[in-house]
């Protein structure tokens, strides 16, 4: 089973987002590489930077011609795994990415092309995260500007290596109860998120590592470069 996963699903992506992707797949090893994952239209932006996914999964039913005509090749050949889906289906493709992910790796999860300009669909990302989060595992949308994570637990970042100077928090689903930040520029202590409120919105860290308490709730973090 693969250390992690890698899916890069069909939003926007960038010369970044290749360059980024092309240092999380080069590792010393088979066994460290994790599992690339293109969900549907993602594969238009893997071909284009010349990257092979392990597994391709979708409807296809918006990509160019060129590239069904790949997606058909490999069904035929078998060189990559393909997993065609029903368009008429409740779920999205990143969804069926994602669960897909989650069965055939064990370490984290990084989603690429799952912000963009289409807003339903970025909400629809940091929803699944929580598909993640149930299971135990940690699920990551990335890209130039943002990396979005899900927590249900305490958690600490480090200054060191922060992926940006913004962190916002936000609740997920309800109240986040007993909130406490340690090491930011705008500390809490034992106070209430929930929905409706921009409290969590813009903060700093201020030490080498900051500390994000909390008793009840699940929290969406967003680390923001600008």
Partial sequence: MAAGGII?????????DAKALGKLLNVETTRERPLLIAADRGLEHLLKYK????ICIGDFD?????????????EQSGEVEVIRLNPVKDDTDTEAALRLALERTEGDVAVFGGNGRRIDHLLANIHILRI???????????????RIRLIGQPCSLKRAEQ???????????????GL????????????ELF?????GTSNELVADVGH????AGELVVVESSE
Avoid: C, H
């Fill in 8 to 16: 890069v699903a069909g939003g926007e992506f960038s010369e970044w």
């Fill in 51 to 54: 990257q092979m996914p392990d």
């Fill in 62 to 74: 918006s990509v160019s011609d060129q590239t069904a005509a790949v997606v058909k090749s490999w």
């Fill in 132 to 146: 993640a989060l149930q299971r135990g595992r940690q699920a990551f949308l990335m890209d130039a500007y943002n």
């Fill in 163 to 177: 992926y940006g100077k913004y962190v916002s928090l936000f609740p997920f689903g309800g109240k986040v109860s």
């Fill in 180 to 191: 406490t930040l340690e090491g930011f520029k705008y500390p809490l202590e034992r106070a």
């Fill in 195 to 199: 929905i409706g409120s921009s409290l």
């Fill in 212 to 215: 994000i308490d909390f008793s």
